[in-house]
């Protein structure tokens, strides 16, 4: 029996958009009848993830759960979050939920290793994400090798995801910000760029740029798209 996902979104609204789109685009579907059924709440009320872990400030996880109750009540048969930093309160999710999650870190984690074998990857997310070692734990157990960014390159992400895509500017406003973050990291050693900020991807898109990449939105489109029953486009 085919299932159905609910994607806990909002967070932010074009990464929410992004996803869906992602799930259109890579089932394997010949025509309208034959894709997977989606519910959305784009709640963009949700209180910043990256503010609370690090600065004490509002708890998401109210708002999240009300998201979640009504994708439970629409009949969602899985749940997915396109917020790499929201996984930091995935497992309280978890312990209320009456649906399966489906992770998008360890979709991630896994495209990692199997893409990429034996390359250093190199973490580009919010300091949130990156305080709550939500990636470094996840490749760790994979063994993936991996770089994180250091104060100067973790300044201009943030940049890039708040003042840049997050604010709505033009990609010209941010690309000095995003190339001078990732050629500094490619120095050190990093060969493939985890995107672990579902802006990363948008802004790797309007950018237009060339490089290796694992983009976490993509992969848990993926995954959500296997956990319903249904085939990924080219596999």
Sequence with gaps: MKKSIGILGGMGPMATADLFQKIVALTGANGDNEHIRVYIDSNASIPDRTAAILDGGEDPLPAMTDSLRK?????????????????????????????????????????????????????????????????????????????????????????????????????????EAFCSAAESLARRGAEVFLLACTELPLAVREL???????????????????????AVRGE
């Design 71 to 175: 994708l439970e009540a629409c009949g969602a048969d899985c749940i997915i979050m396109p917020c790499n930093t929201a996984h930091y309160f995935l497992p309280r999710l978890v312990e209320i939920s009456e649906r399966p999650f489906v992770s998008m870190i360890g979709a991630a984690a896994g495209a990692c290793r199997r893409r990429f074998p034996g390359k250093t990857a190199a973490i580009l997310a919010t300091k949130g994400t990156l305080s709550a070692e939500l990636y470094q734990k996840a490749l760790t157990a994979q063994g993936v090798p991996f770089l994180v960014p250091d104060a100067a390159e973790q300044e201009a992400l943030m940049d890039v995801i708040y003042r840049g895509v997050k604010a709505g500017a033009p990609p010209s406003q941010y690309r």
């Design 208 to 230: 237009r740029l060339n490089m290796p990449c694992v983009d976490p939105t993509e992969e848990l489109a993926k995954a959500a798209i296997r956990f319903c029953g249904f």
